[in-house]
């Protein structure tokens, strides 16, 4: 019977776990969506899950290669969502690739940054 208790609580668990994690996915989706407005949407992910986290940055890019809008998903629970990432907003995408690092972003943000412009350039000359 305990154990049977425990099984019950450890899947009840990992269910309301999933469900969040789909709430967080699609409410940095729609965020995501909300970008492509304002240019060519990419979004990079970089760090490890449990050395200081990952970080997923999204990034509207216009024609000229200039920034636009700039969002970042970092944080340890489902609960955390994407905050606007003003380091960016209005950086030359060749600013972002290079080695220097960027005021006011972590390292794992930056990387994420480089990521979203490379996929970025694969699909369009940026």
């Known amino acids: ?3 049977l208790l425990i ?5 009840g668990g990992w269910m309301v776990q ?6 967080q996915s699609m409410a ?4 995501v969506l909300a970008l492509r407005r304002q240019g060519t949407v990419s979004v990079g992910a970089a760090g490890k ?7 997923f940055v999204a990034i509207a ?5 200039v920034v636009r809008d700039a969002i970042t ?11 606007p990432l003003a380091g960016l907003v209005g950086l030359r995408t060749s600013r972002i ?3 220097r690092p960027l005021d006011g972003l972590s390292t794992q943000q930056h990387e994420a940054a480089r990521q979203a412009v490379d996929l970025a350039k694969s699909r369009v000359p940026v």
């Open 18 to 23: 999933m469900y969040l994690t789909y709430q």
């Open 28 to 31: 940095f989706n729609r965020q």
């Open 49 to 55: 899950r449990y050395r200081g986290g990952r970080a």
């Open 61 to 65: 890019i216009d024609d000229h290669g």
């Open 73 to 83: 998903l970092k944080g340890w629970t489902t609960f955390t969502r994407g905050r």
């Open 1 to 3: 019977m305990t154990l």
């Open 7 to 11: 099984i019950a609580a450890v899947v």
């Open 97 to 99: 690739i290079a080695a």
